[in-house]
């Protein structure tokens, strides 16, 4: 029996990837930047519907790079989703300001907008304390929610609310690139979007990312600080802090072939998803109550990763964690959903605004294989632990 490694979003390549990688090694063209940096950020751009765009060396440099063009400084508050990857969050570490979590609703799994207003007002109220010290009032600098697993979060109303206290908005959707809210691309909500193009994401360049933005200044500033920020001038000078957050031109080049066939992944990924969704249904139908995430009015997610919830109470039993073991012992990779950021050590004393939305969400939740290179036998795998688990 073929037992191979079933990953849950392995990278896959569309053909195109060598030609533009092969151009950068045929024209010496391997150092930092070059013609297929630029094409990446003009594929970006085209493709977002956002006016400017710098590629950088992951999602993680965008967000950093986000917070300080927002000036984000020591003791500021920035309000983030807690469901999220600590990529997230970490950036506001960097910054030295303090993370102020905010709980899902569970109609998109992403940020509650009423949660995001009570952590406003507890920032304003000058109660709020982080790591058992109290905080003076001050205006949050900045707010990050997250499309999840390429679910577009409620942004409207999230941008509603950020409008009427001033504060800017970073939208993470470094798992989102091809969802949609109402017509309109994740990312392009936000005072910055950020992109990644990790290997397990939707397309790759092997790793990288991207900072979005429709400030043209603010984009020139950020592909300033990403090179070192070297002032111009004959020699090495430089009158800012900076940091090595370019993505280089043969990087790029991947990213560029990738471009090509984003559309057929998001099609591939939306379609491994009703597979999954018409399994789970024939399932429920004999008395269980397995939950898919569904799109809510407007909604178009590029299903980067299907994923499920099950309570045991209404399951007999089977949790998350039976499914996961079962399929490791088939070798097959499934992963819990995102461990909120209020539960984990590095932020214990952050505040946190919520109902446990995100904490059921974590004790209840799995993410199932979902690459877009899925084939009918490793389907016949999966599907066939299942129905042992359920049996």
């Not at 037992?3 to 849950?8: D, T």
């Not at 993680?60 to 300080?68: K, P, Q, S, Y």
């Amino acid at each position: 029996m073929n037992n191979s490694r079933i990953w849950l979003s392995s990278p896959h390549m569309g053909g195109a990837e060598q030609q533009f990688v092969n151009e950068a090694f045929n024209t010496n063209w391997v150092a930092p930047l070059g013609p297929n940096v630029n094409g990446f950020e003009e594929d970006l751009q085209r493709f977002t519907g956002v006016a400017h765009a710098a590629a950088l060396s992951s999602g993680t440099a965008a967000i950093h790079l986000a917070l300080i063009l927002l000036d984000v400084k020591p003791g500021d508050f920035v309000i983030c989703q807690s469901f999220t990857f600590s990529a997230t969050a970490n950036p506001i570490v960097y910054q030295g300001a303090i993370p102020v979590f905010a709980d899902s609703e569970p109609g998109t799994w992403n940020m509650s907008p009423e949660a995001l207003e009570s952590a406003i007002k507890a920032c304003l109220s000058g109660e709020l304390e982080y790591k058992g010290i109290k905080q003076k009032a001050a205006l949050p600098k900045a707010i990050l929610p997250v499309h999840l697993y390429g679910m577009p979060a409620m942004m409207h109303q999230i941008i509603d609310i950020a409008a009427r206290y001033g504060i800017p908005v970073i939208e993470d959707a470094a798992e989102a690139l091809g969802s949609t809210l109402h017509g309109r691309a994740c990312g392009s909500f936000g005072h910055f979007g950020i992109l990644s193009f990790n290997g397990n994401k939707i397309i790759t360049t092997s790793g990288g990312g991207a900072l979005i933005s429709n400030n043209g200044d603010a984009i020139v500033k950020a592909r300033f600080l990403a090179t070192q920020a070297r002032d111009n001038a004959p020699h090495y000078q430089h009158s800012h802090i900076g940091y090595n957050y370019r993505m280089s031109n043969i990087v790029a080049g991947i990213g560029r072939g990738q471009m090509q066939v984003l559309l057929q992944r998001v099609a591939m990924r939306r379609s491994n998803y009703l597979r999954y969704h018409n399994w789970f249904s024939r399932l429920n139908a004999k008395g269980f109550q397995v939950e898919l995430l569904p799109e809510p009015d407007g909604h178009t997610a590029n299903r980067w990763l299907t994923t499920i919830t099950l309570d045991p109470a209404q399951n007999r039993g089977i949790s998350r964690e039976t499914l996961r073991l079962a399929f490791d012992a088939e070798n097959i990779e499934s992963r819990p959903l995102w461990k909120p950021m209020h539960l984990q050590p590095v932020f214990i004393g952050a505040p946190f605004f919520g109902d446990g939305t995100s904490e059921r969400l974590f004790d209840e939740g799995l993410c199932l294989p979902s690459g877009s290179n899925l084939t009918d036998e490793e389907f016949e795998r999966i599907f066939n632990v299942l129905e042992t688990v359920f049996a």
